[in-house]
C-alpha cells in the first residue's frame, strides 16, 4: 500500500514550481493580468509539457493521469497563475479523446498551438438568462463564465448535455471581467450558430465536469497552502509590543487552524484524483465531497491569513488579494458548496423522496 | 499511488470477517472485571485479534508488528459493531510503557493479567494545579529506608474506584527542574491511605474520580525506568494516545448513525434527510469525515514508506478528530429537536441517549489528552516553526525595562 506522490509525481511537481517561482513571480502575474495576456506564461509551461499532459502519446502528448494533471493545478493555484490549464490542458482533451474525429484537434493542444475555451457551467446551474440550446444542429442563447478569453475554439454544453465544438467565428465573444484578474472569463452570444457535435453520451459530459472540479479544488489546495505560509512567514518577522507576532497564541492558533484544516485535503485531492482513474464508482461522489470541503476551508484560510497580515493583508502592495480572490473563484464556478453537496446527497440515494 | 493491501491481506481480512461472523454472539466488551467480558478477550488474543504484538513471554500473541493487519482488525471490528480487543489505560498505556522502558521483571508480572483484564489500572497524571502544564505537578514521593512515601492529589483520575493498581507521576527530586524531578511509580490502589472521591461529570455519571494520597508506602522497586526520568517514561508512548483519540474510524462509525437517524426522524411529515438544510449540514460532516479518512490513510501510508512525510498530518489528528466528533453527535441532537433533550429514564429517549451523552462525553474529549488549545499551540510551534509564548516572568521583565 502506497498512498501518496511517487517520485516521478514529486520531480513533476519540483519542475513546475521551480519555473513558477522563477519566471511567474508575483510581478509577472500583475503584468499579465494588466495586460489580459497569458501567453508567454502558457508557453513557458507547453515547453515544459504540461499542455499535452492528458493527450495520448499517438497524438504528442504524454498521456499521464489525473493525479498528476491535479499536481500541476496545485502549483499554478499556489503561484496564482494565469493560463488556460483547466480548459485547454484538462477539460478539452478529456472531452476530444472520447472520440477519434479530433486527433488534429488534440495534437494542437498538446504543441501549445490551440486553445480550447470551455463552455460547461450554464448546464450545471442555471441563473438568469443563460443557457443554450441547440435547435437542428445549430446553437442559440448565451453561455457565461466560460473559461478562456483567447480561446481559439469553443467546447459548449447545451442544455441537452451534449457538447460542441464551436468555432470561433460563430459566436460573439464578450470579455467579462471577474473578481479573479488571473482567469480570463467571457460571455459567448450563439445565435443559430453552426456547431458540430462532439458526445451526447452524458457520462462524457460528466467526466469533464468532474475532472474540472478536482483541478479547481487542486488551484485552492495550491493557493491556501500559499497564503498560510505567507501568514506563518509575515508573522515571524512582524514585530508588535517588542516581539514578533507569531510568539502571540492568538496568531499562532490562527495559523494552526488553517493547517489543521487545510493539510487533510491534501490527502483528500491524492484520494479524488486517483479516484477518478481508479475508482469509478466513487469518483463522482467523491470528487463533489472533495471541491465543496476545499472551498470551505480555502475561504477560512483566505480570510484568516489575510487577517494575520493586518492592514497590510489589505494592501495591493502586498498582493494578498490575488490569491483570495482565486480562492473566491474556484469555489463557485462548476458548483458551489451547497449544490455540490446536494449533489453527494442524490449520488448515494439519501433522499426518501 | 497503490491503495491495495494485497493477496495476504485480503486473506487476512476475510479470515476476520468470518471469525467475527462466527463468534459474535459471544462478543462482550468493556472496561469492566466480569468472567464473559474476561472470556471473550482471552479468545481474541488466542486469535491474535488483540494484544497482537505483545511477546508470547508475557501472555500476547507474539506476532511481529504489522501496522496493516492492526489496521484490518480495528476496521472490521468498527464495521461489524463487534466489541473488539478490550480497551483501558492499562493495556493502551501502560502495557506499551512497560514493554518500551519496564524491567523483565515488570513486564512478566504486569503485562499478562494487564492485557486479560485480571488487573484494571488507573493513571494517576492530571492535578488540580497541573493540567496542561502537567510537568509541574506537586504529589510528592520521599524514601524512607526501602519505601517511598507518597502525599498529595490526583484529579481526572477514571476508574479509579474498579483499578487494582495506579501507574502514577510523582515528584521525587523538589530541587531539580520540573522536568527532571518526576518519578513513575506503579503501586496497588488498596494501599493504606488512598482514597477516593468520584467526580461526577456533565453527562450526569461519574466517569472519573479524585484520588488522595496521605503517607502512601510503595516498595522502593515500584518505579519504571530511572528516579527522575518520570516525564521520559510517560512521554515515552503520549503520541500514542493522541492518535487514539481522533480515529476517524470512530467518526465513520457515528456519521453512519447519524445518516440513519435523518433517514428515520421525521419533521412535519418529512424525513429529515429531504430536508435541505439538515441534508447539507449531514452532508458538510461527511465531507469532513472523508478528508480525516484519506488523511489517516497517509499517516499509515507513511509508517510503510518511510520516504514519506505526514508529520503535520499526524499532528492534526487530535484537534480535527475530537472537534469532529463533538459536531457530528451535535448534529444528531439538532435533528430530533425538543426529542434531542430527552435524557435518563425518558421514554422518548432515542438510540439510548447516546446522541446526548456522547455529545457531551466528545467536549470532554476535546478537553482531556491534551486541550485544543495545546494542539494548537504543537501544531504552530512543531509544525510551523513559530516561537513559543514568552514566560509569564519573561513579559514581566519586559514590562519593566520598557517602562
Known amino acids: 500500500m502506497e498512498f501518496g506522490l511517487s517520485e516521478e509525481q514529486t520531480l513533476l511537481q519540483d519542475s513546475v ?39 495520448p502519446e499517438a497524438q504528442g502528448g504524454v498521456a499521464m493521469g489525473t493525479l498528476d494533471a491535479a499536481i500541476v493545478a496545485e502549483q499554478l493555484g499556489h503561484h496564482v497563475t494565469p493560463s488556460p490549464f483547466i480548459s485547454t490542458a484538462v477539460i478539452a482533451p478529456t472531452i476530444l479523446s472520447t472520440t477519434s474525429t479530433h486527433n488534429d484537434l488534440l495534437a494542437a493542444i498538446a504543441l ?34 466560460v473559461l478562456d478569453t483567447n480561446a481559439d475554439v469553443f467546447l459548449v454544453a447545451a442544455q441537452n448535455k451534449s ?58 489546495l495550491g493557493a491556501a497552502q500559499c497564503m498560510i505560509d505567507q ?36 490527502a483528500m485531492v491524492w484520494y479524488t484524483s486517483h479516484a477518478f482513474d481508479n475508482l469509478p464508482n466513487e469518483s463522482e461522489m467523491t470528487t463533489c465531497h472533495c471541491k465543496a470541503h476545499i472551498s470551505e476551508i480555502g475561504k477560512f484560510v483566505a480570510k484568516t491569513s489575510t487577517e494575520i ?21 474556484n469555489r463557485q464556478l462548476l458548483g458551489s458548496p451547497e449544490m455540490l453537496r446536494s449533489e453527494a446527497a442524490a449520488l448515494q440515494g439519501l433522499r426518501n423522496v | 499511488m497503490d491503495l491495495s493491501f494485497g493477496e495476504e491481506y485480503e486473506l487476512f481480512r476475510k479470515d476476520l470477517k468470518a471469525f467475527i461472523k462466527q463468534n459474535r454472539h459471544e462478543a462482550l466488551g468493556g472496561r469492566l472485571k466480569s468472567d464473559k467480558t474476561d472470556a471473550w478477550q482471552k479468545r481474541l488474543i488466542e486469535n491474535g485479534y488483540t494484544a497482537r504484538t505483545i511477546p508470547k513471554a508475557y501472555g500476547g500473541y507474539g506476532a511481529t508488528l504489522d501496522i496493516v493487519k492492526s489496521r484490518i482488525i480495528a476496521e472490521e471490528f468498527a464495521h461489524a459493531g463487534v466489541a473488539g480487543g478490550m480497551s483501558n489505560q492499562g493495556i493502551s498505556m501502560l502495557v506499551p510503557t512497560l514493554l518500551e522502558v519496564g524491567s523483565e521483571e515488570q513486564r512478566l508480572k504486569f503485562i499478562q493479567g494487564t492485557i486479560e483484564g485480571k488487573i484494571i489500572w488507573c493513571q494517576g497524571y492530571s492535578e488540580p494545579g497541573a493540567g496542561s502544564d ?25 476508574s479509579a474506584h474498579i483499578a487494582d493498581w495506579i501507574f502514577c507521576l510523582v515528584r521525587t527530586e523538589p530541587e531539580a527542574k520540573k522536568h527532571h524531578g518526576i518519578s513513575f511509580l506503579l503501586f496497588k490502589m488498596d494501599t493504606p491511605g488512598i482514597e477516593i472521591r468520584p467526580l461526577v461529570d456533565m453527562t450526569g455519571a461519574a466517569n472519573f474520580n479524585e484520588v488522595f494520597f496521605t503517607d502512601v508506602r510503595v516498595p522502593k522497586d515500584q518505579i519504571v525506568g530511572k528516579r527522575g526520568a518520570g516525564w521520559m517514561v510517560a512521554n515515552a508512548i503520549l503520541g500514542h494516545e493522541r492518535d487514539m483519540l481522533g480515529d476517524p474510524n470512530g467518526a465513520l462509525s457515528r456519521l453512519n448513525s447519524l445518516i440513519t437517524l435523518a433517514r428515520s426522524e421525521s419533521l412535519n411529515g418529512d424525513k429529515l434527510i429531504d430536508h435541505p438544510v ?36 499526524r499532528m492534526i489528528v487530535k484537534l480535527q478528530g475530537t472537534e469532529l466528533r463533538h459536531d457530528i453527535e451535535g448534529l444528531g441532537i439538532d435533528m430530533m429537536g425538543e426529542f434531542g433533550l430527552c435524557y435518563g429514564d425518558n421514554p422518548d429517549l432515542r438510540d439510548n441517549g447516546a446522541w446526548q451523552s456522547q455529545y457531551m462525553f466528545q467536549l470532554g474529549l476535546i478537553i482531556g489528552g491534551g486541550t485544543s488549545q495545546i494542539q494548537k499551540n504543537i501544531i504552530s510551534e512543531r509544525g510551523l516553526d513559530m516561537p513559543r509564548e514568552p514566560r509569564a516572568q519573561q513579559v514581566k521583565s519586559q514590562e519593566a525595562n520598557s517602562q
Open chain 1, 17 to 55: 514550481q521551480k519555473f513558477l517561482s522563477g519566471e511567474v513571480a508575483l510581478d509577472r502575474v500583475r503584468e499579465s493580468t494588466k495586460n489580459k495576456n497569458d501567453k508567454a506564461i502558457w508557453q513557458g509551461l507547453v515547453d515544459l509539457g504540461i499542455s499535452g499532459m492528458l493527450i
Open chain 1, 112 to 145: 501549445g498551438e490551440s486553445r480550447v475555451g470551455i463552455a460547461l457551467g450554464d448546464s450545471i446551474a442555471l441563473r438568469h438568462d443563460q443557457g443554450v440550446k441547440e435547435d437542428k444542429g445549430l446553437l442559440s442563447g448565451k453561455a457565461t463564465f
Open chain 1, 163 to 220: 457538447i460542441y465544438l464551436v468555432e470561433k467565428d460563430q459566436l460573439k465573444i464578450n470579455n467579462r471581467t471577474t473578481i479573479d484578474l488571473t482567469r480570463s472569463t467571457c460571455e459567448l452570444l450563439l445565435d443559430n450558430s453552426k456547431a458540430e457535435l462532439i458526445t451526447s453520451d452524458e457520462s462524457v459530459y460528466h467526466q469533464a465536469i468532474n475532472i474540472g472540479r478536482i483541478m479547481l479544488a487542486a488551484d485552492t
Open chain 1, 231 to 266: 501568514a506563518v512567514s509575515y508573522a515571524k518577522e512582524r514585530e508588535q509590543f517588542g516581539r514578533v507576532i507569531a510568539s502571540f497564541q492568538a496568531v499562532k492558533h490562527m495559523c494552526a487552524e488553517m493547517t489543521a484544516g487545510l493539510e487533510p485535503c491534501r
Open chain 1, 309 to 329: 497580515h493586518g492592514g497590510m493583508g489589505f494592501t495591493d502592495l502586498v498582493g494578498l488579494h490575488y490569491w483570495f480572490k482565486r480562492i473566491g473563484f
Open chain 2, 134 to 158: 502537567l510537568a509541574s505537578l506537586r504529589t510528592s514521593a520521599v524514601l524512607d529506608g526501602d519505601e517511598w512515601v507518597v502525599n498529595g492529589q490526583k484529579i481526572w483520575t477514571s
Open chain 2, 278 to 313: 439538515y441534508r447539507d449540514r449531514l452532508m458538510k460532516l461527511q465531507g469532513r469525515v472523508m478528508a480525516m479518512q484519506y488523511n489517516d490513510m497517509r499517516i499509515l501510508s507513511s509508517r510503510l514508506n518511510p520516504g514519506q512525510d505526514a508529520k503535520i498530518a
